[in-house]
């Protein structure tokens, strides 16, 4: 059912936005300097809020730098137990570069861009140990919680497509929509203390079945962006 809203959302903003639109728009309204927020961010595993400042120096070609605080934990859509969830803390950094095509009527609607981008977050992770246990019989006294920080950084490269409309005749106000596709990096390791041996980490499939190790895997990046030029 999110998905239906997303979908319908985005298709009354392209409508609205396609009236805001200009045949042949003059340089000076193409140009500039503007900044967004992306509004899909809020809704990563690793989310939070976004800005982005793109400098348009030509119709053609633009640079663009956007940088994400990250404070939402994806183990906060899952029954994880205890006062350590959410606890995700950390920062994204994706410079790019980007091409306007002409198109039709020559509205630089069209973009390809290449980016780069660099993740670090630290969260706490709930360990569970036994203390007391007898090894014979398999008894223990109580089951000990301990919070162990782990730290994920994340580098990355990926190609991109999209269109950025405005929704006034001015060209002042933005809405953006991308999808792209590259390859990552992840790491993942404890900062300081690593659990005690004979701990274990609290059974959720649900939350674990889709939590990836370090190592490579595909990127996907996507955009639903909102601004102003100034």
């Given at each position: ?10 298709c ?10 200009q045949?042949g ?6 140009t500039?300097v503007?900044i967004?927020t992306?509004l899909l961010?809020?809704?990563e595993?690793?989310g939070?809020?976004s800005?982005?400042l793109?400098n348009?120096y ?10 994400t605080?990250?404070f939402?934990?994806?183990k906060s859509d899952?029954?994880l137990r205890?006062q350590?969830?959410?606890k995700a803390?950390?920062?994204?950094i ?6 306007y095509?002409p198109g039709?009527g020559h509205?630089y609607k069209?973009f390809f861009?290449?980016e ?6 630290s969260y ?11 090894p014979n019989?398999g008894?223990?006294?109580y089951?000990?919680?301990t ?10 490269t990926?190609?991109?497509m ?7 005749p001015?060209?002042k106000?933005i ?7 590259g390859?990552?990096?992840r790491?993942?390791?404890?900062k300081d ?6 701990s ?9 079945f ?12 996507m955009?639903?962006k909102v601004?102003y030029r100034?």
């Amino acid at each position: 059912m999110k998905q239906l809203y997303t979908i319908l959302i985005l298709c009354l903003l392209v409508v609205v936005s396609l009236k805001g639109q200009q045949r042949g728009t003059p340089d000076s309204l193409l140009t500039g300097v503007r900044i967004s927020t992306n509004l899909l961010t809020l809704r990563e595993p690793d989310g939070g809020i976004s800005l982005a400042l793109e400098n348009r120096y030509t119709k053609e070609w633009s640079v663009l730098v956007e940088g994400t605080w990250i404070f939402i934990d994806e183990k906060s859509d899952f029954g994880l137990r205890g006062q350590y969830t959410p606890k995700a803390k950390g920062f994204r950094i994706r410079p790019e570069i980007r091409y306007y095509m002409p198109g039709r009527g020559h509205k630089y609607k069209l973009f390809f861009a290449q980016e780069i981008s660099y993740k670090r977050v630290s969260y706490l992770e709930e360990w569970i140990h036994r203390e007391g246990e007898n090894p014979n019989n398999g008894t223990f006294n109580y089951e000990k919680i301990t919070p162990y920080d782990k730290v994920k950084t994340i580098i990355g490269t990926s190609g991109k497509m999209g269109l950025q409309f405005y929704f006034d005749p001015r060209h002042k106000f933005i809405m953006e929509l991308y999808v792209g596709l590259g390859i990552k990096h992840r790491k993942i390791k404890f900062k300081d203390e690593v659990p005690i041996y004979g701990s274990y980490l609290e059974d959720n499939d649900g939350y674990f079945f889709d939590t990836l190790e370090s190592g490579w895997n595909i990127n996907i990046p996507m955009g639903l962006k909102v601004g102003y030029r100034f």
